[in-house]
């Protein structure tokens, strides 16, 4: 069984809940605040974690108590933090999150996240059959130097593309799955993508994007499911009725569990069932890294 090595962001969220959104240039009454553990690379660490994948995370934290705090907490999920660097530099990533409808808002202010390089994934010991995982919180060059060694070592990478911003060709190219949700895969598309839009229409927009015909495009859709371009094929996994509460998470807990699912070498579309299951149970609890369901709990309801 291979393992999941996640090099990404590790932040605190700190989270305001509330009846409704703010609009512009007004103040609203909160209903309280809340401190989770979070940052899309921790969140994908725990999730594989919890879900029984062995785990390794790659990054930085500041020294501070929030670093304090998320490596203690990362550490008691079973994640292997010895590529985790403490750094006086910046302090640790913070994010700001409103919630309020089950929606929320996200300020994210990188700190230390900004500071993780090449050389913190240049000496990870990746192995043919490891699952290398990232997204969009660190530098994309270091993105790159992780994708290309794991490509080297023979491991399936997994990229979230997420905030979407712009990656150059030769990144997209080091993709074997691509994992995003639509308006992220029309943002990199170039192409205009609504909820409305027919399963037929998304997939068409990512074959545009594929950059290698062997690459797999999943495109998460929240409450109706998930599509998948593996190749040439097409892959449907419809989606769970859940009364959501705080959806914090829910992306980074899918991505986690499908990279947990594919180092156990599971064929993919059970695993996008099970990454899928995982997902609707995250979004039923508040906070993203707390939130992430057990194996058993997937099992459950599988």
Not at 76 to 83: E, H, P, S, V
Not at 116 to 142: H, N
Not at 204 to 216: G, I, P, S, W
Request: hydrophobic share 50%; net charge negative.
């Amino acid at each position: 069984m291979g393992r999941v090595f996640v090099a990404g962001s590790i932040n605190m969220d700190v989270v305001a809940t509330a009846d409704r959104h703010p609009r512009v240039g007004e103040t609203v009454a909160g209903r309280q605040v809340l401190y989770f553990p979070g940052g899309k690379g921790a969140n994908q660490a725990v999730a594989a974690a919890r879900l029984g994948a062995r785990t390794t995370l790659i990054g930085r934290l500041g020294k501070d108590s929030f670093g304090t705090e998320l490596k203690a907490f990362l550490g008691a999920q079973g994640i292997d933090l010895g590529y985790i660097k403490e750094t006086a530099e910046a302090h640790t990533g913070t994010a700001i999150i409103t919630v309020a409808d089950a929606d929320n808002t996200i300020v994210v202010i990188p700190g230390s996240n900004a500071l993780v390089g090449a050389d913190d994934v240049s000496v990870v010991p990746l192995l043919k059959g490891d699952v290398a995982v990232s997204q969009f919180e660190i530098p994309l060059p270091t993105i790159a130097a992780f994708f290309r060694r794991a490509r080297d070592a023979g491991a399936v990478t997994v990229l979230n593309p997420a905030p979407a911003q712009k990656m150059s060709s030769e990144l997209l190219a080091l993709v074997d799955v691509l994992v995003l949700n639509e308006t992220e895969l029309g943002f990199l598309a170039g192409a205009e993508l609504s909820e409305r839009d027919e399963a037929a229409r998304i997939i068409d927009v990512a074959r545009k994007l594929q950059a290698r015909e062997d690459q797999t495009i999943c495109v998460t859709l929240g409450k109706r499911g998930v599509l998948a371009l593996a190749g040439r094929e097409e892959i449907a996994v419809p989606g769970r009725a859940v009364k959501a509460i705080d959806t914090t998470g829910a992306g980074d807990c899918f991505v986690g569990a499908l990279a947990a699912q594919l180092a156990e070498g599971v064929p993919l579309h059970a695993a996008l069932t099970f990454a899928n299951t995982a997902a609707s149970i995250s979004v039923q609890r508040m906070g993203a890294g707390p939130s992430m369901p057990t194996a058993a709990e997937v099992a459950a309801v599988l």
